[in-house]
């Protein structure tokens, strides 16, 4: 194994997210505000007050830790790509002092374990060799009684087999641009923004003005962007398609790590992007 497979990282997986975060240095408030009613709509008041101290597993850019920073103490941020100097940059930007940033990896935090009221860890997981080992290392640093918010890729086990089908192409396409170097990655990738993701979701906002259910809505491909700004879709794209490692794993799977690492009263959102989920550290 290499140094990186030893600590549950994947090396170029690590490099291209620090990358993306150089591309995608800046998101305004109102962006922050329009992803986070997505991520968050599971927690409440007794998941996070303002004595909590947080902390954010791969913070990427810093939006979500911005996101919090209103909320609660403090939030400790680790990132083990260079995304840590954008959200530094970022941050600091807008006078936000009560985030500190680490870079650091997911085996190698630099807290005490248990030292956190509530930790998240946002489309990070499915990107590490071992997901339900980076599971453990992040609710080990949670308090007794704590909570976990976690998105992880799902296998599209609740979509249509045409859906899963033009998925596996899609895959099959990823792979080739994820090899790409850099600079012509993230030009295919705006391409793919600009001439798949912006079409598909402005046709289905048409679709939800005319009135057609949100359950319908669901069906078509990249609906989940109908109400996002295209700076989003562009940072997306290329998280999709110019990342080198993407795990995919069920709802069941994912509770069965959440369950194997000590959590309880686990809830799933019944709404994209899925699977995101929050759930408790066991008191005992």
């Known amino acids: 194994m290499s140094n990186a497979e030893l600590l549950n990282l994947h090396a170029e997986t690590v490099a291209a997210f620090g990358d993306e975060w150089t591309k995608f240095r800046q998101f305004s ?3 922050i505000l329009q992803c986070a009613g997505s991520y968050f709509d599971l927690v409440n008041a007794e998941m996070l007050s303002s004595e909590s101290v947080v902390l954010d597993v791969g913070c990427g850019s810093g939006r979500w830790a911005q996101y919090l920073s ?28 009560n985030v500190r940033i680490t ?49 992880i890729y799902y296998d599209l086990e609740n ?19 994820s090899k790409l170097p850099p600079f012509f990655k993230k030009a295919l990738c705006d391409v793919i923004a600009s001439t798949i993701y912006y079409p598909l979701a402005k046709f289905s906002a048409l679709m939800n003005f005319i009135g057609l259910p949100a359950k319908h809505l669901e069906m078509f491909p ?21 990342t080198p490692l993407e795990q995919r794993f069920s709802q069941n799977q994912i509770r069965e790590m959440l369950e194997m690492a ?14 995101h989920a929050v759930a408790q550290k066991s008191w005992s």
């Not at 030292?115 to 339900?132: E, K, T, Y």
């Not at 290392?137 to 976990?148: H, M, Q």
């Not at 959590?263 to 799933?268: A, D, E, H, Q, T």
């Open 222 to 242: 990249l609906s989940f962007y109908r109400d996002k700004a295209f700076w989003i879709m562009r940072n997306d794209a290329l998280d999709r398609f110019g």
């Open 29 to 31: 408030d109102d962006c």
């Open 262 to 275: 000590g959590l309880v009263n686990i809830k799933f959102s019944d709404k994209a992007p899925y699977w």
């Open 70 to 97: 209103g909320f609660v103490k403090i939030v400790e941020c680790i990132d083990p790509s260079t995304a840590v100097d954008v959200a530094k940059d970022a941050l600091i930007n807008k006078g936000i002092k």
């Open 159 to 177: 979509r249509p087999y045409v859906y899963r089908a033009l998925f596996r192409l899609v895959t099959m396409v990823r792979k080739k641009i």
């Open 103 to 151: 870079q650091a990896g997911i085996d190698d935090m630099p807290f005490p374990d248990g030292s956190f009221d509530f930790v998240m860890c946002l489309g990070v997981l499915h990107h590490l060799p071992r997901a339900g080992e980076g599971v453990v290392r992040c609710v080990e640093k949670l308090k007794a009684g704590g909570w976990f918010l976690v998105y």
